[in-house]
């Protein structure tokens, strides 16, 4: 069976997900084709290596050598835009009509395939995941009927979580076309350790871009409040990447009189992030809806960090509930909630004993429903579904 694949940018260090869903199904002998919106000149990992190797062999910019034109098309009008870019998509349907099944990843790529299938120029059947961004923004600017010929066109939407799989109900797609499929994590890769912070400095460590709605002011804000009220907890506070905000929040750690327990380490190799997962105690990603409606699906680095046994520490936003159940399998807080984030952090410094039992939950929780090998099975098992029912019509 061929897959063919429609992304953005390919490879991205933020899109990991889609390159381990493709590797999944590459290793249940499906081929795989992508199509992508210009390919990128990434950093984190070597072109020579699988799957990425094989990945790139069959990888092609949606519009060819004309690609190049990029930047001079993206600066006309939109209404001329819209007329060159579609002509230029034109450009691969030809490949990717030797597919079974087209996979669009985002809904703003299932819409630009949708286009092609309204004008009869796609035939196989579109499978969209939608993952955040392309859910929380149209909802925010009330502009969800962008994907109305997606929602006719397509043959299936899934969501990461059941939030997005709610609201696209509303916005007009057919409840039987939308269906939950959570992004997950090698749990093979991922060894589960538990370590007391009993009679030591509590280790507390985020690791996310540094952008608004990763919520890094709120915990920063938080542990200046857990500082002023209980100044005798020993706690320092890691955070790894990097992004726009960084200087702005360096800058409120040092105004907030915290700066000398909070430590700044940028973007670091994934091999370096994994030894401070390892050293740490407590994960904390208190996310926040963004000014322009920006959300998280369901993070998957909370999920990494549940199955390592840390504690995690993050907010009732978006899908993250459905993953994270207050004082069972980790411990929530309103979005922007400073105070009852300060009570949780305070809890966890001063309960050790209790976050081991809440951290073997959280293990449970993530193999029980959210373990890549289970999911690829049931991905790879619904497109085969609807390669059957192409080769049946």
Known sequence: MRVGFVVGQFPMLSETFVIGQMAGLLRRGFE????????????????????LATLLARTRDWWGPAARLRPAIGR???????????????????????????????????????????????????????????????????????????????????????????????AGAPEAKVAVH????????????????????????????????????????????????????????????????RPQLEALASELGIAGQVSFLGSLPHQEVKEWLRRSHAFVLPSVTAPNGDVE?????????????????????????ELIEDRKTGFLAAERDVETLANRLRFIAEHPDDCERIAAEARRKVGAEFDMEALDDDFA?????????????
């Not at 199509?35 to 699988?50: K, L, T």
């Not at 450009?91 to 309204?118: E, P």
């Not at 699906?297 to 509930?321: D, K, Y």
């Open 297 to 321: 699906g369901i993070p998957v680095a909370l999920m990494e960090a549940m199955a390592a046994g840390l504690t995690v520490v993050s907010s009732t936003h978006s899908g993250i509930p």
């Open 32 to 51: 795989v084709d992508v199509v992508c919106n210009g390919i990128s000149d990434y950093n984190f990992a070597d072109r020579q290596e699988e799957p």
């Open 76 to 170: 006309l009008p939109p209404k001329l835009y819209d007329k060159a870019s579609t002509a230029l998509d034109i450009s691969s349907v030809a490949r990717l009509n030797q597919c079974d099944v087209i996979v669009a990843h985002f809904g703003h790529n299932g819409a630009r395939a949708a286009r092609l299938k309204k004008w009869k120029r796609l035939a196989p059947p579109i499978v969209t995941i939608f993952h955040g961004y392309d859910v929380g923004v149209p909802l925010k600017e009330r502009d969800l009927d962008r994907y109305n010929d997606l929602f006719e066109q397509g043959a299936l939407n899934l969501t990461v979580n059941d939030y997005f799989r709610r609201v696209l109900i509303q």
């Open 381 to 393: 098992a619904i497109l085969s579904r609807f390669s059957r029912s192409r080769l049946a019509a």
């Open 182 to 245: 959570h992004m997950g994590i090698d749990l093979k890769k991922i060894p589960y350790e538990w370590k007391s912070w009993r009679g030591a400095t509590l280790q507390l460590v985020s690791v996310c871009r540094l952008a608004e709605k990763k919520g890094v002011e709120y915990a920063l804000r938080a542990l200046a409040r857990l500082h002023a009220d209980a100044p005798a907890l020993d706690w320092h506070y890691r955070i790894i990447g990097d992004g726009p905000l």
